[in-house]
T-cell receptor, first 117, second 111 residues
Framework: NAGVTQTPKFRILKIGQSMTLQCTQD?????MYWYRQDPGMGLKLIYY???????DKGEVPNGYNVSRSTTEDFPLRLELAAPSQTSVYFC????????????????FGSGTRLTVV | AQSVTQLDSHVSVSEGTPVLLRCNYS??????LFWYVQHPNKGLQLLLK??????LVKGINGFEAEFKKSETSFHLTKPSAHMSDAAEYFC?????????FGAGTRLFVKA
């Protein structure tokens, strides 16, 4: 049982380049999320998805795009990378039971450390 | 509306002494509450969760937390700290399909 798998683990980008961070989960969770964590800070939500074909913005969506064509995959696209996007990115998934809106907890990937120079 | 406040940004204890990490929350819903741990350069790992069952919740590695509705608190405790407990701890509240992460408490354990 792999849980949430993120690739790559590390990446260095030049300003203006683009890349896609991959995220896959095998727990059949309905919700998936992308967070960024800056040094000494908590987590900030970039985008989330409530199911295949449905995505929505979080707190800090500018400069990013997502798609969710399947339940398992939730890639994050960075267009025109900027130094402000230097961060650690975490993908997560969770199961929300709609009756009573109960969240049974998040499972996180191991993170992608991105540096933009 | 929901919010979560971790009352201490840093906590330092000696090995073998009790650990207390404090978390207060507010929620318009019947919330689910969680504690996560993050070791350096690692992802977040679920320690324990409260989802409207027993108010005293036991988690992994000897941690436990008590949901106190009257005090809107969900403090994390452990009877005896171990060096391997040194990490960042996050309190999380979920309700009405919104999830809020606390800012984190860094736990230092002295030998």
């Amino acid at each position: 049982n792999a849980g949430v798998t993120q690739t790559p683990k590390f990446r260095i980008l030049k300003i203006g380049q683009s890349m896609t961070l991959q995220c896959t989960q095998d727990m059949n969770h309905n919700y998936m999320y992308w967070y960024r964590q800056d040094p000494g800070m908590g987590l900030k939500l970039i985008y989330y998805s409530v199911g295949a074909g449905i995505t929505d913005k979080g707190e800090v969506p500018n400069g990013y795009n997502v798609s969710r064509s399947t339940t398992e995959d939730f890639p994050l696209r960075l267009e025109l990378a900027a130094p402000s996007q230097t961060s650690v990115y975490f993908c997560a998934s969770s199961y929300w039971k709609r009756q009573g809106w109960t969240n049974y907890g998040y499972t996180f990937g191991s993170g992608t450390r991105l540096t933009v120079v | 509306a929901q919010s979560v406040t971790q009352l201490d940004s840093h906590v330092s204890v000696s090995e073998g002494t009790p650990v207390l990490l404090r978390c207060n929350y507010s929620s318009s819903y019947s919330p689910s509450l969680f504690w996560y741990v993050q070791h350096p350069n690692k992802g977040l790992q679920l320690l324990l969760k409260y989802t409207s069952a027993a108010t005293l919740v036991k988690g992994i590695n000897g941690f436990e937390a008590e949901f106190k509705k009257s005090e809107t608190s969900f403090h994390l405790t452990k009877p005896s700290a171990h060096m391997s407990d040194a990490a960042e701890y996050f309190c999380v509240v979920s309700g009405g399909f919104k999830t809020i992460f606390g800012a984190g408490t860094r736990l230092f354990v002295k030998a």
